[in-house]
């Protein structure tokens, strides 16, 4: 039986995680060690030290590669240090063209650690293909996209941007973190590189921050490559609980999608809500599209709120089971203030989000407790 003709709920539980060779034990230990004994000088099991290669970070890299249908995958300690290695495969002078909305750490990291070493970095609503036409340069190396968006949940013809960045010798980069491999897998639609913030639905409980690259083999030996040089690897019990939240991805975006449809609807309809941002709506921009190129639209919605800055802050303050928090994507429901929170770091840049807006992750708890919540939390 080849694992590749499995389906993604089976691989999730299978690839990579064969019983311990040593004890049967039918979950891959946490190897916690920092070093491998060699039998001679050289002569190892294909583990030396414990940046370098570590048995339980395999098993996690080898499944994530399997859900996202690419040769290889690198993992690190967070998703902000995946990205890093992605942009350190580039020379000073290079060009990235990166969606308008990205996450707001992405946009700094690019602008304020990489812009110091001579990357040159372009916001773009990549929504207008025109517009990304006429950014793109000579030295333009990466189209950085992120669908859905965050927070604005906008939507982005993946295939067409891929297409783009080949015409013009520029690779793909998509940030699957919100629609994870269970709604969308970008390889299929041409992209280049997957990165994710594992700390996010692949981990699923908001107990671990770790990151990931997938991508095709030659790529991934030069990210591996700084995997190591660098170091930003993530802990073997990091990768342990990571891969264990991975096991229920599946099941857990289907509830997800579920909860948030519904409570998009809901909120849609509600008299203190001037705007809903959420992909399962029929009448949101990107709907026809994402349901194009995705199997659910996610957990994730944003909503300005009537009243401005203020009744927005306040909301977030009077929910209980959505704790006011920043990240996304664990079981338990969040809620939060972009521009005051993750999105405080593009104040005054292009990047900027409305100040009236909540942003929402929809957890997997019942569906009715949540609408009440949010229900007493608007009233
Ligand atoms: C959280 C997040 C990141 C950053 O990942 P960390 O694990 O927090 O470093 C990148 N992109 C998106 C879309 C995110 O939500």
Known sequence: ?????????????HVGQEPDPATGAVVVPI???????????????????????????????????????????????????????????????????????????????????????????????????????????????????????????????????????????????????????????????GADLIVHSTTKYLGGHSDVVGGVVCTDAATAADLAFLQNAVGAV???????????????????????????QRIATWLDEHPRVSAVHYPGLPDDPGHALAATQMTGFGGMISLRVAGGRAAAEHMCTQTRLFFLAESLGGVESLIEHPGIMTHASVAGTALE????????????????DLLADLERALG
């Not at 990768?239 to 509830?255: E, I, S, W």
């Not at 100040?355 to 957890?363: F, K, N, Q, T």
């Open 1 to 13: 039986m080849a694992m590749d003709d499995l389906h993604l709920e089976t691989r999730a539980i």
């Open 31 to 189: 190897y916690q060690t920092s070093t491998f004994a060699q039998s001679a000088p050289g002569q190892h099991t294909g583990y030396e030290y414990a940046r370098t290669g570590n048995p339980t970070r395999t098993a996690l890299q080898t499944c994530l590669a399997s859900l996202e249908g690419t040769d290889a995958a690198v993992a690190f300690a967070s998703g902000l240090a995946a990205e890093d290695a992605i942009l350190r495969l580039l020379d000073p002078g290079d060009h990235v063209i990166m969606a308008d909305d990205v996450y707001g750490g992405t946009w700094r990291q690019i602008t304020r650690v990489h812009g110091r070493f001579g990357i040159q970095v372009s916001a773009v609503d990549l929504r207008d293909l025109d517009a990304v036409r006429a950014a793109i340069r000579p030295t333009t190396r990466y189209l950085w996209a992120e669908s859905p968006s965050n927070p604005m949940l906008k939507i982005l013809d993946l295939a067409a941007l891929a297409q783009l960045g080949r015409d013009h010798g520029a690779r793909l980069v998509v940030d699957n973190t919100f629609a994870t491999p269970a709604l969308q897998q970008p390889t299929s639609l």
């Open 234 to 260: 993530p802990g073997p019990f990091d990768n342990f609980l990571t891969l264990r939240g991975v096991k229920t991805l599946g099941l857990r975006m289907q509830r997800h999608c579920a909860n948030a």
């Open 353 to 368: 989000v409305p100040d009236d807006l909540v942003r929402l992750s929809v957890g997997i708890e019942h569906v009715d």
